[in-house]
């Protein structure tokens, strides 16, 4: 399995003045298509920050995407810090600089320019209806912090990024997670699966939701029923049925359980 970590770069998140909106909806994207996530962090926009970050995300998994930073500004600052991470030069890219040119034509400022500098090495990728093309230097993918922009350009090379799918299927429960802690891991210890639980505290039918999910839907399924014959019959309020095999599932499944517990299981893949 592919993994990824994503990089949130700006003071205005860690100020509050901004609320983030990229990290929430680049989980959800990248678990459709696949990849591990494995670390989020936010960082000022300070040199030395960014360059720990990268160096230490850059290292551990396949994937770093990151946000903001990108402008014409004094604190867009990202492109720099890459290229220090890596110990390369930074310099204007000629398909930026004539992109960039065309754009803004008798308009453009020597900042607008800022903007076409990249390491030396990135590699510009094109899709979809992006005007700009996506800067991807060696493992790391630089995307704007504009949430419409970061949407649009991950869209346009997501594919590139596709690793399988992950299956899951929920329990709902009225016991508390004391009463039913040691069946999670004993089915945990047995099948090669991940469970979570998650209790509720608000009104409902239900007190927890218990999830077992893997790449491949037999030992879902299979953890799944051994689960429910370790639990008391009087615990469960509904559970998911069996995984739909891939071969048949339908292209409009839900990509996540809805938390009421409407539904069936999940092929997290794309719609």
């Known amino acids: 399995m592919k993994t990824a970590a994503i ?9 509050g003045k901004i609320r983030d909106e990229n990290a929430a909806w680049l989980i959800q994207r990248l678990r459709v298509l696949g990849v591990g996530l494995r670390r989020v962090a936010i960082v000022p926009d300070e040199p030395e920050a960014i360059i720990d970050e990268l160096r230490r995300m850059a290292s551990t998994v396949d994937h ?8 014409p500004t004094h604190d867009d600052v990202t492109m720099d810090a890459v290229g220090a991470a890596f110990g390369v030069e930074v310099e204007a890219h000629p398909q930026l600089v004539a992109l960039i040119t065309g754009y803004y034509q008798e308009r453009l400022l020597p900042d607008h320019l800022r903007m ?7 590699e ?8 700009w093309p996506v800067c991807v230097f060696r493992n790391v993918v630089i995307l704007p912090g504009v949430p419409e922009l970061f949407r649009l350009k991950f869209d346009a090379v997501a594919d590139r990024y596709r690793d399988g799918a992950f299956f899951l299927r929920s329990i709902y429960l009225d016991a508390d997670e004391g009463q039913f802690a040691s069946a999670l891991r004993e089915v945990e210890r047995l099948f090669p699966v991940a469970v979570g639980s998650y209790p509720r505290f608000t009104k409902g039918d239900y007190r927890a939701r218990v999830t077992v999910e893997a790449r491949d839907p037999a030992p879902v399924d299979a953890a799944m029923a051994a689960l429910t014959q370790a639990l008391a019959a009087e ?7 069996p995984v739909t095999p891939p071969e048949s599932a339908p292209e409009s499944a839900p990509e996540t359980a809805p938390e009421s517990g409407a539904g069936g299981p999940q092929r997290l893949d794309e719609k």
Request: hydrophobic share 45%.
């Open 7 to 15: 990089l949130l770069i700006g003071n205005e998140l860690l100020s």
């Open 64 to 71: 770093v995407f990151t946000s903001g930073g990108v402008g």
């Open 116 to 122: 076409a500098r990249v390491p030396v090495g990135t």
């Open 124 to 131: 510009l990728l094109e899709g979809g209806e992006v005007r």
């Open 235 to 241: 615990w469960v309020v509904r559970c998911d049925p």
